[in-house]
C-alpha cells in the first residue's frame, strides 16, 4: 500500500514537471517568434534605408564630377571647375522616384531644405571632424571648406590650368607654425610655394595667371578661422586636388556624408520611423 502511494505521487510529481516544462517551452516558443517577428521589421526598415542611400551615393560618384579618398588621417578632394554636370536634374528625378515608389506604408520623405543645399552646393561633411564642404554655386562657384574646430594639420593644393604662366602675391600671408603648400601647374611648368601661417587669422593669397591677352585671370586663395580655406576661381578653369591633414581623433573611423536629417522612412503600420542622411564614403 505504501509502495503504491508513493508510486502515484511520483507520477503525479513526474506529470506536475513536464507539464510545467511545456508552459515554459511554450512561452519561449512565443518569445522567440515574438523576437524573430520583431527583427525582421527592423530588417524591413534597414533595406529600405540602404536603398536609399545607395541611389544617392550613385548620383554623387556618377555625376557630381568630384572623388573622393580617405584614409585614417588623410581626405583627398579632385574636381575641374566649371564643368557641365545633370547632377541636380538625377537627383531631382530619384527623389521623384521615391516618394512616387514609397507614398504611405512604406512611406519616404526628403527634408527639401537639405535637398536645396545639397543641389546647389554639393555640401558633405567630414566625419567626426565636422568639416563642412561645399560650393558656392555649384558647378561654377567657389570651393569651401570649413571646419567646425581646429581640428586640421594642413592643407595641401594642387592646381592645373591651360594658362601660360602664373605670379604669386603671398603679401597678405600671416606667419605661424599651420603647413600650407600650394602648387599650381601651367603650360610653362609647375609652381610650388610652401607657407607657414596662423590658420586664426585672414590669409590671402593671389595667383595671377597670364592668359595671353591684355588681361590677366587672378584666382584668390584665403585661409581664416578656425583654418577655413576658399578657393576663389575667379572664372579660370581649373582642375584641383585639395589633400586634409586630419587631426587623429582616437578610436573613431573617418566617413563623408550628406547634412544631417535628409529623408525619413516612416512605416506607420508597423510603428517604425527613422531620419538619416547619406554615408558617401
Do not use: C, W
Not at 508513493?6 to 516558443?29: Q, W
Not at 512565443?30 to 527592423?42: K, N, P, V
Not at 542611400?53 to 572623388?67: A, P, Y
Not at 594639420?153 to 603679401?171: E, G, H, I, P
Request: charged residues 15%; glycine residues 4%.
Amino acid at each position: 500500500m505504501k509502495k503504491a502511494v508513493l508510486l502515484t505521487l511520483g507520477m503525479l510529481f513526474l506529470s506536475s514537471l513536464v507539464f510545467s516544462l511545456a508552459i515554459l517551452l511554450f512561452h519561449n516558443t512565443q518569445g522567440t517568434e515574438s523576437r524573430f517577428a520583431e527583427l525582421s521589421l527592423y530588417d524591413r526598415l534597414y533595406d529600405l534605408d540602404s536603398s536609399v542611400q545607395r541611389g544617392f551615393k550613385e548620383i554623387f560618384t556618377r555625376n557630381s564630377g568630384i572623388t573622393l579618398a580617405l584614409t585614417d588621417d588623410l581626405v583627398s578632394i579632385t574636381e575641374t571647375l566649371p564643368h557641365s554636370s545633370n547632377f541636380r536634374s538625377e537627383m531631382d528625378a530619384y527623389v521623384n522616384y521615391l516618394e512616387a515608389t514609397y507614398p504611405t506604408d512604406p512611406k519616404v520623405t526628403i527634408n527639401d531644405a537639405i535637398l536645396t543645399l545639397i543641389k546647389n552646393g554639393v555640401s558633405f561633411y567630414i566625419m567626426p571632424h565636422d568639416i563642412l564642404v561645399e560650393h558656392s554655386s555649384f558647378p561654377s562657384g567657389n570651393l569651401e571648406i570649413t571646419p567646425q574646430n581646429l581640428n586640421v594639420a594642413n592643407y595641401s593644393l594642387s592646381l592645373t590650368t591651360t594658362k601660360q604662366s602664373v605670379v604669386f602675391d603671398d603679401s597678405s600671408m600671416t606667419s605661424g607654425s599651420f603647413p600650407l603648400r600650394v602648387s599650381v601647374t601651367t603650360d610653362s611648368g609647375t609652381t610650388v610655394k610652401e607657407y607657414n601661417i596662423n590658420p586664426t587669422s585672414l590669409n590671402t593669397l593671389t595667383i595671377a595667371l597670364d592668359t595671353g591677352l591684355p588681361t590677366e585671370a587672378t584666382m584668390t586663395i584665403t585661409l581664416d578661422s578656425p583654418a577655413q580655406l576658399v578657393i576663389n576661381r575667379g572664372g579660370v578653369t581649373t582642375e584641383h586636388r585639395i589633400d586634409i591633414a586630419l587631426q587623429p581623433l582616437a578610436e573613431e573611423m573617418n566617413y563623408i556624408r550628406f547634412p544631417n536629417n535628409f529623408f525619413t522612412i516612416n512605416i506607420p503600420g508597423d510603428n517604425l520611423q527613422k531620419t538619416g542622411t547619406v554615408r558617401i564614403v
